[in-house]
């Protein structure tokens, strides 16, 4: 009976079926129907969710859940924590300073920015603020690719 459910749990363990958890480590993680940067988008998923990955493919992971699709493997973490620096805590490479946790990953908040436009009068943020919001449909960098003949544009 024993021997039984040791090879019972083996089996479970290495089912290649079975689906690994990552997490969007991007402010969005765009799904996409094929393995490709201009693929259809499906669904952008934002920074955290917790997703299933059953194969790779070329750099893309195919996504079971939430949202089937294809999702860059650059998009997302194998850990299994959430992606939160606090100040004064070790990394790899030494402590993270206050400023250094507030910029990581999310940018800048507005006690940030009041600081270090204080502390950096010359920078033109509002250059910074304008760029943010430009955007550029898919279809036009797509185009965009196609021109320059990057060979990318799939």
């Not at 089937?68 to 070790?90: C, E, I, T």
């Amino acid at each position: 009976m024993r021997s039984w459910l040791v090879v019972l749990l083996f089996l479970v363990l290495l089912n290649p079926a079975q689906a690994l958890a990552e997490r969007i480590a991007v402010r969005e993680g765009v799904v996409r129907q094929t393995p490709s940067p201009f693929g259809v988008i499906k669904k952008k998923l934002p920074y955290d969710t917790v997703v299933k990955v059953g194969k790779t493919q070329d750099g893309w992971l195919f996504i079971t859940a939430p949202e089937s699709g294809w999702l860059h493997g650059s998009a997302v973490s194998a850990s299994q924590q959430s992606l939160r620096l606090a100040p004064g805590k070790a990394t790899r490479t030494g402590a993270v300073a206050d400023k250094e946790v507030a910029l990581a990953g999310k940018g800048f908040d507005k006690n940030i920015e009041a600081a270090y436009r204080k502390e950096h009068g010359q920078l033109r943020y509002d250059l910074m603020d304008r760029i943010e919001q430009i955007t550029v449909p898919e279809a036009e960098v797509k185009k965009f690719a196609e021109a320059g003949g990057s060979g990318r544009a799939r």
